[in-house]
Protein backbone atom coordinates (compact mmCIF):
# COMPACT_ATOMS: atom_id res chain seq x y z
CA UNK A 1 0.00 0.00 0.00
CA UNK A 2 1.88 3.11 -1.53
CA UNK A 3 2.15 6.11 0.52
CA UNK A 4 4.05 9.27 0.24
CA UNK A 5 3.93 11.67 3.22
CA UNK A 6 3.40 11.91 6.92
CA UNK A 7 0.43 14.66 7.66
CA UNK A 8 -0.62 14.75 11.11
CA UNK A 9 -1.01 13.71 14.82
CA UNK A 10 -4.14 14.18 15.96
CA UNK A 11 -4.06 14.23 20.18
CA UNK A 12 -7.08 14.38 22.48
CA UNK A 13 -6.98 16.70 25.16
CA UNK A 14 -9.40 17.59 28.08
CA UNK A 15 -7.68 21.59 27.72
CA UNK A 16 -8.09 22.53 24.26
CA UNK A 17 -6.34 25.87 24.92
CA UNK A 18 -3.83 24.84 27.25
CA UNK A 19 -2.25 22.04 24.51
CA UNK A 20 -3.29 24.69 21.87
CA UNK A 21 -1.01 27.36 23.88
CA UNK A 22 1.93 24.57 24.15
CA UNK A 23 2.04 23.60 20.76
CA UNK A 24 1.86 27.74 19.29
CA UNK A 25 4.09 28.82 22.45
CA UNK A 26 6.81 25.85 22.74
CA UNK A 27 7.03 24.32 18.97
CA UNK A 28 5.69 27.73 16.74
CA UNK A 29 2.82 26.13 15.31
CA UNK A 30 0.11 28.42 14.26
CA UNK A 31 -4.13 27.89 14.36
CA UNK A 32 -4.90 27.75 10.77
CA UNK A 33 -8.56 26.66 9.54
CA UNK A 34 -10.06 23.51 10.44
CA UNK A 35 -13.17 22.07 8.78
CA UNK A 36 -16.49 22.09 10.00
CA UNK A 37 -16.15 18.84 12.52
CA UNK A 38 -18.98 18.00 14.91
CA UNK A 39 -15.71 18.21 17.55
CA UNK A 40 -14.65 20.73 19.60
CA UNK A 41 -10.50 21.04 18.07
CA UNK A 42 -7.95 23.38 16.67
CA UNK A 43 -5.38 22.28 13.49
CA UNK A 44 -1.94 23.77 14.35
CA UNK A 45 0.46 24.55 10.99
CA UNK A 46 3.64 24.18 10.20
CA UNK A 47 4.04 26.34 7.52
CA UNK A 48 1.29 25.44 5.13
CA UNK A 49 0.63 22.49 6.57
CA UNK A 50 -1.33 21.08 9.75
CA UNK A 51 0.58 18.88 11.34
CA UNK A 52 -1.28 18.93 14.75
CA UNK A 53 -4.89 17.91 15.03
CA UNK A 54 -5.60 18.91 18.87
CA UNK A 55 -9.63 17.33 19.87
CA UNK A 56 -11.13 17.69 23.21
CA UNK A 57 -11.62 14.81 25.30
CA UNK A 58 -14.29 15.45 28.20
CA UNK A 59 -12.60 15.69 32.08
CA UNK A 60 -13.17 11.86 33.08
CA UNK A 61 -13.30 10.07 29.92
CA UNK A 62 -10.58 7.43 29.15
CA UNK A 63 -7.86 7.56 26.33
CA UNK A 64 -7.68 5.23 23.50
CA UNK A 65 -6.31 1.82 24.59
CA UNK A 66 -3.32 1.49 22.95
CA UNK A 67 -2.51 5.07 22.12
CA UNK A 68 -2.49 6.97 25.27
CA UNK A 69 -3.95 10.55 23.86
CA UNK A 70 -2.87 10.29 20.45
CA UNK A 71 -6.03 9.27 18.41
CA UNK A 72 -3.74 7.91 15.50
CA UNK A 73 -1.36 9.03 12.92
CA UNK A 74 -2.68 9.77 9.75
CA UNK A 75 -0.42 9.74 5.91
CA UNK A 76 -1.10 11.00 2.27
CA UNK A 77 -2.19 8.19 0.20
CA UNK A 78 -1.90 7.54 -3.45
CA UNK A 79 -3.96 5.11 -4.82
CA UNK A 80 -7.37 4.56 -3.18
CA UNK A 81 -8.54 1.83 -5.32
CA UNK A 82 -5.22 0.19 -5.16
CA UNK A 83 -5.42 0.44 -1.22
CA UNK A 84 -8.80 -0.95 -1.01
CA UNK A 85 -7.92 -3.88 -3.22
CA UNK A 86 -4.55 -4.73 -1.41
CA UNK A 87 -6.43 -4.18 1.70
CA UNK A 88 -9.77 -6.54 0.78
CA UNK A 89 -7.09 -8.92 -0.25
CA UNK A 90 -5.20 -9.28 2.94
CA UNK A 91 -8.38 -9.51 5.29
CA UNK A 92 -7.49 -6.24 6.90
CA UNK A 93 -10.40 -4.50 8.30
CA UNK A 94 -10.86 -1.04 7.40
CA UNK A 95 -13.11 1.82 7.57
CA UNK A 96 -13.94 4.73 5.32
CA UNK A 97 -15.20 8.14 5.74
CA UNK A 98 -15.33 11.38 3.56
CA UNK A 99 -14.05 14.99 5.26
CA UNK A 100 -17.03 17.62 4.95
CA UNK A 101 -16.34 20.55 2.96
CA UNK A 102 -13.28 19.25 0.44
CA UNK A 103 -14.39 15.23 0.02
CA UNK A 104 -11.37 13.66 1.23
CA UNK A 105 -11.59 9.84 1.29
CA UNK A 106 -10.18 8.74 4.78
CA UNK A 107 -9.46 4.89 5.36
CA UNK A 108 -9.11 4.05 8.51
CA UNK A 109 -6.48 0.46 9.92
CA UNK A 110 -5.30 -0.87 12.66
CA UNK A 111 -1.71 -1.74 13.30
CA UNK A 112 -1.19 -4.94 15.55
CA UNK A 113 -0.60 -3.07 18.25
CA UNK A 114 -4.27 -1.16 17.69
CA UNK A 115 -2.73 2.13 16.84
CA UNK A 116 -4.91 3.76 14.73
CA UNK A 117 -3.64 4.48 11.18
CA UNK A 118 -5.40 7.08 8.86
CA UNK A 119 -5.04 7.18 5.36
CA UNK A 120 -6.16 10.40 3.04
CA UNK A 121 -6.62 10.60 -0.61
CA UNK A 122 -7.70 13.66 -2.03
CA UNK A 123 -10.74 14.07 -3.93
CA UNK A 124 -9.92 13.12 -7.73
Do not use: C
Not at 1 to 27: G, K, S
Not at 54 to 80: I, P
Amino acid sequence: MPIDAFQHVNIRTTDLERARDFYVHALGLRVGDRPPFTSAGYWLYLNATPIVHLVLRAAGEAHATGSGNVDHVAFHGVDLDSTRATLTAAGVPFRETVVPRDNTVQIFIHDPDGLKIEINFEER
